[in-house]
């Protein structure tokens, strides 16, 4: 009888999950904690203080997945600007253009865009 019990608790509290997952995918929003897609809201984007394109001689495109909103181009642009020498520009739905001062290191990138929320497909 107890088992009965733990298994529909365990099946409400997915229903509920799904439930508002999909309420908030309705209003705009992706899950990922912005505003849901309010046009009127803006996110700051990370600042790099070299925007020299010439300054940063290596380049790799990255397509990140789950990138839906302003604030998630802004988190993983924040993630991958940690890197030392690197500058990064996202653009929806999932490219990330990433300009860096040193030869590039793809695990590295994916790691910082994983460490995000996000998963590098293509790179």
């Avoid at 984007?45 to 394109?53: H, K, L, S």
Wanted: glycine share 10%.
């Amino acid at each position: 009888m107890i088992n009965v019990i733990i298994v529909l608790a365990v099946v409400a509290v997915v229903l509920l999950a799904v439930q508002r997952y999909l309420r908030t995918l309705r209003r705009g929003g992706c899950g990922c904690g912005c505003s849901g897609g309010d046009a009127g809201s803006h996110v700051a984007r990370p600042q790099v203080a070299d925007t020299n394109e010439a300054h940063y001689p290596y380049a790799a495109d990255l397509t990140v997945e789950g990138m839906h909103c302003e604030h998630c181009l802004a988190t993983v642009e924040a993630a991958l600007d940690d890197i030392g020498g690197v500058w990064a520009r996202a653009s929806l739905p999932d490219r990330v253009r990433v300009l860096s001062k040193d030869p590039i290191d793809p695990a590295a990138l994916a790691a910082a865009v994983e460490s995000a929320g996000y998963r590098v497909t293509q790179g």
